[in-house]
Every structure is written in C-alpha cells, then in structure tokens.
C-alpha cells in the first residue's frame, strides 16, 4: 500500500508541475518530518499522558506554485496581491501512530483498567490534497532577502486512506469477555477512506536564494470518527478523530 501511495503522489505532483509550467510559474518541492499527536477514543482525550504517549510521526512531501517568479523569464511576475502573498500547495502526507489506553480509569487495579490497559492499537493515514497558502510578507521581498522569516497560514483539503489495527494481551476482542464495556459495539478495523480539512501555521527561514528551512503546526479533522478503529457513544466522544503534528523540513525552489 505505501508503495503505491508514493506511486500515485509522484504521478500526481508530475502532473501538477507539467500543468502549471505552461504558464510560467516557478515551483518549489520540500520535505517534512516531525512528531504527530494523535486524538482518538484511545484514552482520555485531554489528558496530557494519552496525549504525549499517543504521539506518532508524520512524514509529508509538498509542492508549491510560486506566482510571484515567471520560470519562463527569469523575472518577476506583475506586482500584484495574490502573486505576492499567495501560494497552492499539493500535498502527500503519511502518518503513524501506536495508540494505548492511558488515564484515570485505565490506570485502576479493576477489571476496566486491566481490559483498557490490554488492548493496544496503531493507525495510519495516507493522505494528498491541496492547499491554499497565505504569507503575511511579500514573497518577492523575502526571496531577496528583505525578511529572513516569512510567517503563513493555509487551509486545505485532503483525500485519507486510513488503516487502523488492534489486539488484546487477554486475546481475541471479538470475544466480548475480552474488551471494555464501552467498546464492545464499537471496533472496526476495516480500512477505509475520507477526508480531512487542513489548517496549519508555520514560518519559513531563508538560508539562500533557492532555500527555505520551514517549521509548522497542523491540524488534520477528519471526517470519520473511525481513524482509530474505535467509534463510541458516549459523552468523551463528542467530536471525530484529529491530529496535531509539527513539521520540520527544507523547502527548495525549482523549475520545470
């Protein structure tokens, strides 16, 4: 499966460069790396150990549209508002984590805590979509070094492949003996796909002239409460699945 989701992300970030090339655009491929924090029905959401020990890693490989260069000139686009603070971003993002039950009731010496402190999961998330970026600086300005930081906000949407998976230490969960009361109705571990809205905050750091250094802070709401393989009525769970993950990368303009 990963295998063919970097097939399909390398196919389709070809063909947005090919299709934007023809009007001259310049572009721009990174990488980002960094920790992901995953909020599920594993846990008590807001607990700050659930949280810390739910954490995972997210890997994601963007593209930009950069409308403020002309490629095909080698010069500088018309001086306009949307040129100079606005970029498209595609995307592909993996993101993995092993989820445990940790929290109050997890931690007790009683038949819940020993059910909820057996069961152990993971998910992960295949994920490509697009975004649209906004830069507080004039882009033109930071490319010639009048501002070392530029600060952006995005907003996007993407496409999710998701893949949950779980076992208990006690054994099969479906036996019903072996899973806490409140998820006996409640597991499904059964791939499946939806889709996410994107926001993010970040700050871009100009090492050279074709070469920023990025971090930023993601927040990934999907559209299934499923992502985890757990989907629970009950009163902790009022809102679908979402992950927090900060991003560390290397951003370097090319042209095709």
Not at 15 to 33: D, T, W
């Amino acid at each position: 499966m990963l295998r063919t989701a970097f097939l399909l992300i390398f196919f389709f970030l070809s063909f947005c460069g090919k299709s934007y090339s023809q009007f001259g655009f310049s572009h721009e491929i990174g990488v980002l790396v960094g920790p992901s924090s995953f909020f599920t029905d594993y846990g008590e959401r807001w607990n700050v150990e659930n949280n810390i020990s739910n954490s995972g890693l997210g890997i994601g490989i963007v593209h930009y549209i950069n409308f403020a260069f002309d490629a095909e000139c080698n010069c500088y686009t018309r001086n306009r508002f949307f040129n100079n603070h606005f970029r498209i971003r595609s995307e592909f993002d993996y993101l993995r984590s092993d989820l445990e039950h940790h929290g109050p009731v997890a931690s007790e010496n009683t038949t819940g805590g020993k059910l909820l402190r057996a069961m152990h999961g993971f998910s992960e998330t295949y994920e490509v979509g697009m975004h649209l970026e906004y830069h507080l600086l004039n882009i033109k300005d930071f490319a010639n070094f009048g501002y070392l930081f530029s600060p952006y906000v995005s907003l996007g949407v993407h496409y999710v492949h998701f893949r949950p998976d779980a076992y208990s230490d006690l054994g099969p969960l479906e036996d019903r003996n072996n899973v806490f009361p409140t998820f006996k109705d409640g597991i499904d571990l059964d791939a499946k796909n939806t889709f996410a809205t994107i926001g993010s905050m970040g700050v871009r750091y100009k090492v050279h002239r074709s070469g920023d250094i990025m971090i930023e802070g993601k927040w990934h709401y999907y559209g299934s409460d499923w992502i985890d393989g757990l989907n629970i009525d009950a009163p902790q769970n009022k809102a679908d699945d979402w992950v927090f993950w900060v991003g560390f990368g290397y951003v370097y303009q090319i042209n095709f």
